[in-house]
């Protein structure tokens, strides 16, 4: 299968080489762009654990402080692995979205714990400190990078989807699925997808890009990228 990646570039280029082990073709189409946020305000004196909801939040945390001794709580195993790559020992890994990360705080910690950090990007899915707050935990949020969407799809993207050479495209958020349509319709190109499936990471992801019309959507059974690529 010839695919489209819609990671950012660092998450893309190390998944590109699996589906290239796999026999697929890949062209990488990044839909953010990650910048770590320069001095940005990050305060562990008063915490009890860290919330790391991306492999992106894990490198820009790293950057940010030396520190690797607290316990970490991941969304999904790619987050947990970043995180014990980048040097912290105490990881778990939850299901793959925040409703799980949310059980997996309430399955390991007391909510008397203490300030939970949650390192997130300037864009966040769901409302982890919301739904973790009613039940009396203390989530913090800092903000250690940025995610901006890009604002037009490339020459190569543009011309393999317009000669009929893409079998499907790869979204694991619904904001990049949500990006990728927006710029598919402004370069008159929707129609395109007749042809080609969306696989996707969740219900949510569908649903983004459901303003095109797709050839199927393919939808992981979890929110893990095991699952999604068990679709291919």
């Given amino acids: 299968m010839h695919l489209i990646v819609t990671r950012p570039r660092s998450e893309s280029e190390t998944l590109a080489e699996q589906l290239r082990s796999r026999g697929h073709q890949v062209l990488i189409e990044p839909m953010?762009?990650?910048?770590a946020i320069k001095d940005a305000d990050l305060d562990l004196a008063d915490a009890a654990a860290l919330l790391l909801t991306s492999a992106n939040g894990v490198r820009a945390l790293a950057q940010t402080t030396a520190r690797r001794d607290l316990p970490v709580l991941a969304v999904g195993a790619a987050t947990a692995v970043a995180a014990q790559e980048a040097g912290f020992a105490d990881v778990a890994a939850a299901?793959?979205?925040?409703?799980?990360?949310?059980?997996l705080v309430r399955q390991r910690?007391?909510?008397?714990?203490?300030?939970?950090?949650?390192?997130?990007?300037s864009a966040v899915a769901g409302d982890l400190a919301g739904d973790l707050g009613r039940d009396g935990y203390q989530v913090r949020r800092s903000v250690l990078y940025g995610a901006e969407t890009i604002t037009q799809l490339s020459a190569p993207c543009r011309a393999a989807l317009a000669a009929g050479e893409i079998d499907g495209v790869l979204f694991f958020s619904p904001r990049s699925a949500a990006t990728f349509v927006k710029l598919l319709l402004c370069d008159g190109l929707g129609e395109l997808c007749r042809d080609v499936d969306l696989y996707g990471l969740?219900?949510?992801v569908g649903e983004a890009g459901a303003k095109v019309p797709w050839r199927r959507q393919n939808i992981a059974?979890?929110?893990r990228q095991d699952e999604l690529l068990a679709l291919l």
């Fill in 202 to 204: 969740s219900a949510a």
């Fill in 95 to 103: 299901g793959g979205d925040v409703v799980a990360l949310a059980a």
């Fill in 221 to 223: 059974i979890m929110p």
């Fill in 109 to 121: 910690l007391r909510p008397d714990v203490g300030v939970l950090v949650h390192v997130a990007g």
């Fill in 32 to 35: 953010l762009t990650i910048q």
